[in-house]
């Protein structure tokens, strides 16, 4: 999961694993305020349970929050433990001009 929360208005974001039959949900991460303008990497191992459990992402602002966003991105959910942060560094992209051409 990769996370972007920038602004002064930002509150929290939260991961929280919800039990399915009884509706009661644990905290399994917690990020609160400004984390400045860049994605972060979060890899969550949940805790293992042997009953049916949803996984929820929660975010909230003040509530007069003009001045912030909370964005996600690569939300994956998958069996086992959690792998290790990747070290790749993210690709470049240059854009050039492109120059008209006439075909005849």
Partial sequence: ?????????IGVLEVLSV??????ATNI???????????HELLIEAPQTYRLSTVQLRGYVTPTA??????????WVRNGPCFEQTTTTPATTTTTGLQDSAVE
Avoid: C, K, P
């Fill in 1 to 9: 999961l990769f996370y972007h929360m920038w602004g002064q208005d």
């Fill in 19 to 24: 039990d399915a039959e009884t509706g009661v």
């Fill in 29 to 39: 991460s917690r990020i609160e305020g400004d984390q400045g303008n860049e994605w």
């Fill in 66 to 75: 003009y001045y912030g966003d909370i964005a996600l991105d690569d939300v």
